[in-house]
């Protein structure tokens, strides 16, 4: 999917740590409701630092930047873990002849979107780390290899599909059509993924995501 990584599985940004985007046909898809229960806010304040420091990781604290094909080139070459990097050099790679089309999507709409939804995304990720069942002193260093920046390719080409689709930019091959396939109606109606194990709504998703 991306350069030098364009097979049927996705690299979480450091080389050797992959994961087969087939297995994110996510189990349990919930109903939307969600139990009535009382915030331990110990526990929130450890799931939103979770989702800060994931903000981070994924580089989305470093926007807004320009992108352009050297930009790109040199975040892939680092493994630097960029999301946004990552989705720009696997659109590259299937719209060659739509270099300017694709750098003009991904910095006026994809980064635009990340901007501008910082606190949906932190609600988001908040709520899905809270929801995790692991002990709250473990919230902090609570690791999903590849699964949460799946996601998150998922989060921005989702919420800028009409963007995409107006600038005729394709979307790559490989893996990418299945997975969004798969996550397209959590992102649109839920912002996130929602699983049986969610619990606890912290009102994120009555907030839309586009």
Request: glycine share 6%; aromatic share 10%.
């Amino acid at each position: 999917m991306g350069a030098g990584r364009r097979t049927q599985v996705a690299c979480t940004g450091t080389e050797g740590r992959t994961v087969v985007l087939a297995v994110v046909v996510l189990v349990g898809l919930a109903s939307g409701s969600f139990a009535a229960e009382t915030i331990d806010q110990v526990r929130l304040d450890a799931a939103r630092a979770r989702a800060e420091q994931r903000w981070n990781e994924a580089q989305f604290n470093q926007l807004p930047i320009a992108f352009d094909r050297t930009r790109i080139s040199r975040e892939m070459a680092a493994y630097s873990g960029s999301v946004v990097a990552f989705v720009a050099d696997a659109l590259l790679a299937a719209n060659p002849s739509r270099v300017r089309a694709v750098i003009d999507y991904v910095n006026e709409d994809i980064v635009a979107f990340v901007v501008s939804h910082k606190e949906s995304y932190l609600c988001l990720m908040a709520q899905h780390y809270y929801n995790f069942p692991v002990p709250v002193t473990e919230i902090k260093n609570f690791r999903e290899p590849g699964e949460a920046w799946i996601y998150e390719i998922s989060y921005v080409l989702v919420n800028t599909d009409a963007a995409r689709e107006k600038a005729r930019i394709a979307i790559p091959g490989g893996d990418y059509p299945a997975v969004l396939s798969s996550t397209r109606e959590f992102v649109k109606r839920y912002g996130w993924r929602v699983t049986s194990q969610e619990k606890v709504s912290l009102g994120c998703a009555d907030r839309p995501t586009s």
